[in-house]
């Protein structure tokens, strides 16, 4: 049995350690540190969508999520629509993609890239 332990911001979002694992992986393969930049816009087949996007420079008014080293970031207009949120890593048959949990999002749709409140 394992347990894991995420740093939890005080907005409730959390980098699982199956990202913090990819962002470590990524980085490594780049040759230099990146960061995962986690937002949300208008749009989408449910309301609104995540963008995500590896970057190597964080925004001054970004919140930084950390875990094991690894950094996301969130823009201050997307803090809200994430509260409580995981970001995680997932490696399916179906793909290997970074997800947001959202326990905000009322429906999402099938590829999970968009939701609504």
Known sequence: MSFSISARTPEGITLSQSAARRLAALSQA???????????????????????????????DDLKIELEGQTALVDAVSVPFLKDS??????ELAGAQFVIKNPNASSSCGCGVSFSI
């Open 86 to 91: 995981v970001i995680d890593f997932v490696d």
């Open 30 to 60: 780049e040759g230099k540190a990146l960061m995962l930049r986690v937002a949300v816009e208008g749009g989408g087949c449910s309301g609104f969508q995540y963008l995500m996007d590896l970057v190597e420079n964080a925004e001054a």
